[in-house]
């Protein structure tokens, strides 16, 4: 079963224009470790986050017993970051590239994380996924998602935005 590891940009991009709900268009368990959660304190990121969490079914445990390791290959001594690596650590399969899965901006958690093995997609991913997956999210809607995740603070360039709007017109 894949594990889909959400960091606190995705959590911010998607919680402001309250569409965390497209998380569940995810085949696998969705995990926010509890560092990533902590971290989301802005509105209404903040308040969204809490009702998609008493909502659905996400794991919030931290795997603890990579932390130190995460730690060693971010250079990082803490953060929302060593939570996810960790999570990366603890659940990759080299011979399943699906079994783990990170949603981030950050840059250098999604290189880390793509080179452990782990599949990586960010905030616009998530939109194009669930606009693929469900019959339900119709591609001008998810048009105006990512237009208005962009309004809130992502700020695209114009040609990323339009790569965004494109894939999820095909």
Do not use: C, W
């Amino acid at each position: 079963m894949t594990r889909i590891y959400v960091g606190p940009s995705t959590l911010y991009d998607l919680g402001q224009v309250g569409e965390l709900s497209l998380l569940d268009s995810f085949d696998g368990d969705v995990v926010i470790p509890e560092a990533v959660v902590d971290a989301v304190d802005v509105e209404p990121a903040a308040t969204n986050l809490e009702g998609y969490l008493s909502s659905s079914d996400v794991e919030t445990a931290t795997d603890e017993e990579y932390a130190e390791q995460a730690r060693s290959l971010l250079g990082r001594p803490v953060g929302t970051s060593v939570a996810v690596v960790a999570g990366v650590l603890a659940h990759r399969d080299p011979e399943d590239r699906t079994a783990v899965a990170v949603l981030s901006q950050d840059r250098t958690v999604r290189r880390l994380a793509q080179g452990l093995g782990a599949e990586v997609s960010s905030s616009f991913g998530v939109v194009v996924r669930a606009t693929l997956e469900d019959k339900y999210l119709k591609p001008s809607q998810a048009k105006r998602i990512i237009r208005r995740i962009d309004q809130h603070g992502l700020h695209m360039t114009g040609e990323l935005r339009e790569r965004a709007v494109g894939e999820v017109a095909e």
